[in-house]
């Protein structure tokens, strides 16, 4: 049984920096896209950074984040991590990861969230 557990959230104040965790159980699929989302009251569900392992590498960062956002993993690659750098009052959502197995049958899974507040 797959299991994702998002932490690290809270309060933070505009400019400030906090790090997110998402730690994994069960999911032992080498060809893989771990990835980070968020929702924001009213507003759908986005992606905000991902890292693809194995058939397809790539980081990406949505347009909104560049630059603040780094998207890692640790060698185990059980652990993703989301820093985020000169935090915005408009990145307070609940921040999902989310990790998805590429080879068949392609099968995704998701933490319960967790959410980022950034206010002074």
């Known amino acids: 049984q797959v299991q994702l557990e998002e932490s690290g959230g809270g309060l933070v104040q505009p400019g400030g920096s906090l790090r997110l965790s998402c730690a994994s159980s069960?999911?032992?699929?080498?060809?893989?896209?771990m990835s980070w989302h968020r929702q924001a009251p009213g507003k759908e569900r986005e992606l905000v950074a991902s890292?693809?392992?194995?058939?397809?590498?790539?980081?990406y960062y949505a347009d909104s984040v560049k630059g603040r956002f780094t998207i890692s993993k640790d060698n185990s690659q059980k652990t993703l991590y989301l820093q985020i750098d000169n935090a915005k009052p408009e990145d307070t959502a609940v921040y999902y990861c989310?990790?998805?197995?590429?080879?068949?049958?392609?099968?995704?899974?998701w933490g319960q969230g967790i959410q980022v507040t950034v206010s002074s």
């Open positions: 989310k990790f998805l197995r590429r080879s068949y049958p392609e099968s995704e899974y």
């Open positions: 069960g999911f032992t699929f080498t060809d893989r896209v």
């Open positions: 890292l693809g392992l194995l058939s397809v590498v790539n980081e």
